[in-house]
């Protein structure tokens, strides 16, 4: 499968199976298209045609590009066969029920009231809870013991708002230093928060103890303060930006994310990140809501072509800065087409259900943070492990070739078949598709690509 687009100036042609990408010339470009559908003599005669206005486009020239087109092809970097279809169901088999990762939901509550909160304001549909240390203890023991030869681990505190348990946090932490190397294990931890509550006891422990930070800023006051609000309407960005400045400087400004949401509010996202920007932060990751369509906050259909739009914009700005030295990640354009996830990962996904699971305030798993409170998927609890086996093993089967919808898709192989929680909340099966975000999916890796061919051209 071959997929070609037009964007900044470049000719793109990627080859989806191999995974190859050439930038080529409007003619060769044009010669591509053709190329399965049409002979040679065929390809060469329409060349003449179209371009019958350029002195270099000859027949000989033609037939030299058909013929490098045909070698690209042989060397299995143009028009590749697909036959990953008969791996995608063995790999989740071959990790044996293997989890390498927890959600640790420490907090079922917040401090913030944001409208287009997709936890309900962290409660999950359900009560308010604070998950007890003897609770995150046993999820520390279940890790390791459900996590075979596994060494390096991973655990993520979330909620809510996990800072509203801060206390049960560290001694999470404590403990899980206590036991890693009797178990031989190496735990790496990860804290989302909204920042309301960093101080300089959290800022020094996330430093030393956090592998990565997520720190939720949605961009411009006006825009932050409109649904990021506390209980008395009271937006948070004068609070809260100050402390994200603080504690990413004490961590040298490196393994971090500022993370914003954006809604119908604003479709014009760059604003917002560059706002980020230009406060000084330079890890940055911004999401689009995803919500019930009849909520306010819900991007519309005309939306999605502004949002469109800006991700072209925001490309083309990273390049500009990248030159002036002011340089910027942002998540979604992070992608290495050299050495990148291997077919293992760019098949199966982010495993959910099976690596990967989230453990509610009193101990209950769940496929991950997103089916939390969704009872149907309910997989177990720390005591008695997964009870639910058939739906572990629905999620084993979740992968890029199980979405029928993403049988003729040439992005499949960079977003796995999608969020299997995106899906289930957008069509009510795991196994099928959130239309939108595909979408805008598509759009950022189109943006992704053209930033490296136009960083190796």
Same mark, same amino acid.
């Given at each position: ?19 190859? @990408? ?34 270099? @486009? ?29 791996? *995608? ?5 071959? $990790? ?117 930070? @997520? ?28 402390? %994200? ?28 990140? %560059? ?110 492990? @997964? ?12 992968? $890029? ?18 969020? *299997? ?31 490296? $061919? *136009?960083?190796?051209?």
């Amino acid at each position: 499968m071959v997929h070609q687009y037009k964007l900044n100036g470049y000719n793109i042609v990627l080859d989806t199976c191999s995974g190859a @990408v050439h930038v080529v010339d409007e003619v060769v470009y044009d010669m591509i298209a053709l190329y399965e559908s049409a002979s040679g003599e065929e390809i060469i005669k329409s060349m003449l045609e179209k371009y019958s206005h350029r002195e270099d @486009v000859t027949e000989e020239e033609l037939e030299l590009c058909l013929k490098d087109i045909e070698e690209l092809k042989n060397q299995g970097k143009l028009f590749t066969e697909d036959t990953f279809g008969e791996l *995608a169901g063995t790999f989740k088999e071959r $990790a044996k029920n293997v989890v390498k990762a927890l959600c640790l939901h420490v907090a079922h509550t917040c401090n913030l009231n944001c409208s287009y909160c997709f936890a309900s304001q962290g409660k999950y549909q359900g009560e308010r809870a604070l998950m007890s240390l003897e609770v995150g203890k046993k999820a520390i023991d279940f890790l390791i013991e459900n996590s075979g030869t596994r060494r390096n681990l991973e655990v993520d505190f979330f909620g809510g708002e996990p800072l509203m348990n801060w206390q049960v946090v560290k001694d999470i932490v404590l403990y899980a230093r206590s036991v890693e190397k009797e178990k031989n294990k190496n735990f790496r931890f990860t804290l989302t928060t909204n920042g309301v509550l960093i101080d300089d006891e959290v800022i020094e422990l996330a430093n030393k103890e956090m592998s990565n930070v @997520v720190l939720s800023l949605d961009g411009r006051k006006e825009i932050h303060d409109l649904t990021r609000v506390d209980y008395a309407g009271k937006g948070s960005y004068d609070d809260i930006v100050p402390k %994200f400045k603080k504690l990413v400087e004490a961590r040298g400004d490196k393994n971090y994310y500022m993370r914003g949401t954006f809604t119908h509010a604003n479709p014009d996202f760059t604003k917002d990140v %560059f706002h980020i920007a230009d406060l000084g932060f330079t890890q940055l990751s911004m999401e689009p809501v995803v919500c019930d369509p009849q909520d306010p906050m819900a991007l519309t259909k005309e939306d999605l072509e502004v949002v469109k739009e800006h991700y072209e914009i925001l490309a083309k700005e990273m390049l500009k800065r990248k030159k002036e030295g002011r340089e910027f990640t942002f998540y979604h354009y992070m992608i290495d087409l050299t050495e990148g996830p291997c077919i293992y990962k760019r098949i199966s996904g982010c495993g959910s259900g099976t690596e990967y699971m989230a453990v509610t305030p009193w101990g209950d798993l769940y496929p991950c943070h997103q089916f939390v409170g969704e009872e149907e998927y309910k997989l177990g609890d720390l005591w008695n492990g @997964v009870t639910a086996e058939e739906k572990r093993e629905e999620f084993k089967s979740c992968n $890029a070739y199980a979405r029928k919808d993403c049988e003729n898709c040439w992005a499949k192989l960079y977003c796995s078949g999608g969020c *299997a929680a995106n899906a289930y909340h957008a069509s009510g099966n795991i196994r099928g598709i959130y239309e939108d975000g595909c979408e805008l999916f598509r759009k950022r890796i189109e943006c992704a690509i053209m930033m490296k $061919a *136009a960083q190796e051209v």
